[in-house]
């Protein structure tokens, strides 16, 4: 099958998770792979990051994990991925998932997910990286973080045209379906904060 291109997916490298959200992150994977998406990601070998590696690969497709070189010194990543490309820093890493990927998924996660999820939408706030950022809502868990940036909007710190800056998707097809009808069309710039 014909690449697409490449959907950056961020998520929880944690484990004993519910296994709700391990089943969408291993579908999402599946589908990805299904549908000629190449899956970027930050190399976990734990968690929901394994898990759409997993998927990715099981299907049939490519995952490429983004990593730094100290993960990787102390083995935490996954060596089942197809190419592993190593960063000197952290930073860097996000910069190079962001440069190669046409899309951003967001699965459920912890501070490190929320991080980069958070600086994806800044970029895109700032039109640095005017692509589709999608929110996998699995079991309700982004809720009260829209709700939150729903807040910042009413209180005036975002403007009201920044809830457009993201998307919530319930399930992973839904959350395919959303970045393939957005890069149809161009991405909308996003509206000055200033």
């Known amino acids: 099958m014909e690449i697409k291109g490449n959907?950056?997916?961020?998520?929880?490298?944690?484990?004993?998770?519910?296994?709700?959200?391990?089943?969408?992150?291993?579908?999402?994977?599946?589908?990805?792979?299904q549908r000629?998406?190449?899956?970027?990601?930050?190399?976990?070998?734990?968690?929901?990051?394994?898990?759409?590696?997993?998927?990715?690969?099981?299907?049939?497709?490519?995952?490429?994990?983004?990593?730094?070189?100290?993960?990787?010194?102390?083995?935490?990543?996954?060596d089942r991925l197809t190419q592993i490309?190593?960063?000197?820093?952290?930073?860097?890493?996000?910069?190079t998932l962001a440069r190669m990927s046409q899309a951003v998924i967001a699965l459920p996660g912890g501070c490190g997910t929320m991080e980069e999820l958070l600086e994806a939408i800044t970029w895109r706030q700032l039109n640095l990286m005017p692509k589709p950022i999608i929110l996998l809502n699995t079991l309700g868990f982004y809720d009260n973080l829209v709700a939150m940036l729903n807040h910042a909007i009413e209180h005036g710190f975002m403007k009201a045209s920044h809830h457009r800056l993201w998307k919530v998707a319930k399930k992973p097809e839904q959350a395919l379906d959303?970045?393939?009808?957005?890069?149809?069309?161009d991405i909308e710039p996003a509206e000055s904060k200033y």
Not at 178 to 185: D, F, V, Y
């Open 36 to 78: 000629g998406w190449r899956c970027l990601n930050g190399a976990g070998s734990e968690g929901l990051m394994r898990a759409v590696s997993d998927g990715v690969l099981d299907a049939g497709g490519e995952a490429i994990g983004v990593i730094p070189q100290f993960i990787i010194d102390n083995g935490w990543h996954y």
């Open 178 to 185: 959303i970045i393939e009808q957005e890069l149809i069309h």
């Open 7 to 33: 959907i950056c997916v961020f998520g929880a490298s944690s484990r004993n998770l519910e296994q709700a959200y391990i089943d969408d992150s291993y579908q999402l994977g599946t589908l990805m792979a």
């Open 85 to 95: 490309i190593s960063t000197p820093t952290m930073h860097e890493r996000k910069n």
